[in-house]
């Protein structure tokens, strides 16, 4: 008999101007990001990189599919080849408004 697996056990995201996907679970990836850039966005960042690998893209495509419903999400590309080429995409994040900050 197996114990628990320790991927599933929570774990806290650093909200710093990018995210590496690369310790998460597929089946994770795509509330990661979704919290991920609710944070990102409350704490005024107007730019962050989410880090998703090249590989065959199915995280890349994940990733994009939270982008596109995502309210503070203003617009998004892969990064330029300095920054991660399409193993990256950057997004512009919506400015929030002061009133909808929580203290």
Do not use: C, N, W
Request: proline share 8%.
């Amino acid at each position: 008999m197996r114990g628990p697996d320790p991927q599933d056990e929570p774990r806290a995201v650093p909200i710093e101007d990018a995210l590496d996907l690369h310790t998460f679970h597929p089946r994770d990836v795509a509330e990661v990001v979704a919290e991920y850039l609710r944070e990102a966005a409350r704490r005024g960042f107007s730019e962050v990189r989410i880090i998703h690998g090249k590989g065959i893209g199915v995280q890349r495509r994940i990733v994009a599919g939270v982008l596109d419903r995502h309210p503070a999400v203003a617009s998004y590309q892969l990064a330029s080849a300095d920054r991660g080429h399409y193993g990256a995409t950057v997004v512009r994040l919506r400015p929030v408004a002061e009133d909808a900050q929580p203290e």
